[in-house]
């Protein structure tokens, strides 16, 4: 249950002076997505790749992007060929928090420079 989930976490938080409760929590983003993952031979390296992206605020706030995708490579210390082709192609990293971005691109009045290059970048049309 995501209710007794937070509350372990939570409870953790409060040995270190945090009094918060799972119960005081209110949901205020939903994403959603279709997610495939790759796996290369032997395990030199893995990607999802996450299509049919949707945000929704609370409210009617929604951020609908189908037309994007994101990959997310992982290879360890080094770059996988998955890497190797992404670069090959043009695909530069951008650091990415779907949530992150999501609660920017619908709430232009929080902090988002740590999401500012991949919001300028994908994000407008």
Same mark, same amino acid.
């Given at each position: 249950?995501?209710?007794?989930?937070?509350?372990?976490?939570?409870?953790?938080?409060?040995?270190?002076?945090?009094?918060?409760?799972?119960?005081?929590?209110?949901?205020? @983003? %939903? !994403? #959603?997505?279709? &997610?495939?993952?790759?796996?290369?031979?032997? *395990?030199? +390296?893995? $990607?999802?790749?996450?299509?049919?992206?949707?945000?929704?605020?609370?409210?009617?706030?929604?951020?609908?992007?189908?037309?994007?995708?994101?990959?997310?490579?992982?290879?360890?210390?080094?770059?996988?060929?998955?890497?190797?082709? @992404? %670069? !090959? #192609?043009?695909? &530069?990293?951008?650091?990415?928090?779907?949530? *992150?971005? +999501?609660? $920017?691109?619908?709430?232009?009045?929080?902090?988002?420079?740590?999401?500012?290059?991949?919001?300028?970048?994908?994000?407008?049309?």
């Amino acid at each position: 249950c995501a209710v007794a989930w937070a509350e372990d976490l939570l409870g953790q938080a409060r040995d270190a002076g945090v009094s918060v409760h799972a119960t005081d929590l209110e949901p205020v @983003l %939903w !994403g #959603t997505y279709d &997610r495939t993952t790759f796996l290369l031979p032997g *395990g030199a +390296g893995r $990607a999802t790749v996450d299509t049919n992206l949707t945000w929704r605020g609370v409210g009617t706030d929604v951020l609908d992007r189908p037309d994007m995708v994101i990959v997310e490579t992982k290879s360890g210390s080094h770059p996988s060929g998955i890497d190797r082709m @992404l %670069w !090959g #192609t043009g695909h &530069r990293p951008a650091r990415i928090s779907k949530f *992150g971005t +999501g609660m $920017a691109a619908l709430h232009p009045e929080l902090p988002h420079n740590r999401w500012n290059r991949v919001l300028t970048t994908h994000f407008t049309d």
